[in-house]
């Protein structure tokens, strides 16, 4: 499977090649991929329920706040100050307003996939009422909720 996926990526065995990154998350997609369905095929689920409440949820909160906590805040200063250098609007031209033009349309198909996934999907739409205001269960709630109550108090701060 390796070798048909670094023969694709035009790499060799090693990585070494133009595409060493890209073949290296290729095979990590592809390696997680099988162990979770390894996982779900032969952990019984009461362990995949805890691992998933005790271990996953914690994690997975904690990487959204830390993307809302450095990546929004980065690309909003970025087009903020790529707009104020431009100085005198007329400079842009028709390139300017192609991008422009180009950032509207891939936010708002954006924002229309993520709507549509979530009327497709329903998120949260199985879980007892007991469970949709648990963020996660156990010792790890007080440890999460200090995290990220850290992560939102310093960008207040900032």
Do not use: H
Not at 15 to 41: D, F, H, P, T
Not at 123 to 152: F, N, R, S
């Amino acid at each position: 499977m390796v070798d048909l996926v670094c023969k694709q990526l035009n790499t060799s065995k090693s990585g070494v090649g133009r595409n060493r990154a890209v073949s290296q998350i290729l095979v990590g997609m592809l390696a997680v991929g099988a162990l979770g369905a390894a996982g779900q095929a032969f952990a019984p689920t009461t362990a995949l329920a805890m691992l998933n409440e005790q271990v996953m949820d914690p994690i997975g909160k904690l990487f959204i706040q830390a993307i809302k906590f450095i990546v929004v805040p980065l690309v909003v200063t970025s087009v903020v100050i790529g707009i104020t250098s431009l100085g005198d609007i007329r400079r842009i031209g028709r390139v300017g307003a192609k991008t422009l033009g180009y950032y509207f349309f891939t936010l708002v198909s954006a924002l229309l996939l993520a709507f549509a996934t979530g009327l497709a999907f329903k998120p949260g739409a199985g879980l007892t009422p007991d469970l949709k205001g648990k963020p996660c269960g156990g010792a790890w709630e007080g440890v999460v909720q200090a995290l990220a109550g850290c992560i939102m108090w310093r960008r207040m701060r900032a």
